[in-house]
């Protein structure tokens, strides 16, 4: 069977990551987690108070920052590393995340992520999910998915992993993050949150991940 790009994007807590998860597995793909990029980007700008408003200064943090996937030995799942440091846990605290959206609005960033992005699709078999890979990382990808949900789920869903780790986070600060995160990406100047026009709606609000991965890979049949 043929190998191809698929591309997911959506709004944030959809349930993207879950479904890229499940189709790399049941295809023997790659998945490729972009938001990884730009939480581990915002992870190092964090710790190392780089001034992100300053262009000169993120060029010269971006030359330092070094990222990579790397399988986990117990889940054969990729996890993302920067600099050599697996950092795939750290980087779905809240800290990070009320922060990487600017982050990820900030064109050296951007430039500097997808160049990566687009080197690991060039032997296909690869899934990626994010906010721009059908329109910008991957536009002429064989498969394009745009995922959403009803917000009460998606904050639910969000709610329930991040309050594993964390018992004091609040379902309001969830709520605010998510839309906060949607407002920025989508009203960005650079690669805002767009639905690709080839790409295909899947809401996921009343499907099981069984009932959604059950459809995806049925696309995906279509295409090889
Ligand atoms: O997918 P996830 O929610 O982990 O992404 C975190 C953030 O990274 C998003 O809210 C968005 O600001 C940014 N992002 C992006 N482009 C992508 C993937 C993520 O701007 N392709």
């Not at 049941?26 to 710790?47: E, H, K, N, P, V």
């Not at 690991?120 to 890979?133: E, V």
Request: with cysteine; glycine share 4%.
């Amino acid at each position: 069977m043929k190998k191809i790009i698929v591309a997911i994007d959506g709004w944030s807590s959809c349930g993207k990551s879950t479904l890229a998860r499940q189709m790399a597995k049941a295809l023997g793909y790659i998945y490729i987690d972009s938001g990884a990029m730009y939480r581990a980007i915002t992870l190092y700008f964090l710790r190392n108070h780089i001034n992100w408003e300053n262009s000169k200064e993120v060029e010269k943090a971006l030359k330092n920052i070094e990222l990579d996937f790397r399988p986990n030995d117990q889940t054969a799942q990729n996890e993302i590393y920067l600099n050599d440091e697996n950092v795939e846990y750290l980087i779905r605290d809240l800290v990070v995340a009320e922060k990487v959206s600017d982050v990820a609005a900030i064109q050296e960033v951007r430039a500097f992520a997808v160049a990566q992005q687009q080197k690991l699709g060039k032997k296909k078999g690869i899934i990626m999910d994010g906010r721009d890979i059908g329109t910008v990382v991957f536009p002429k990808a064989e498969l394009k998915l745009f995922m959403t949900a009803d917000n009460v789920v998606r904050i639910e869903r969000r709610f329930k992993e991040l309050v594993e780790k964390n018992p004091n986070i609040t379902i309001k600060e969830v709520a605010e993050n998510i839309q906060m995160r949607d407002y920025i990406d989508s009203n960005r100047a650079i690669s805002p949150l767009r639905q690709a026009k080839d790409a295909i709606v899947l809401d996921n609000t009343n499907l099981t991940p069984e009932e959604q991965l059950k459809k995806s890979l049925k696309l995906v049949k279509e295409k090889t």
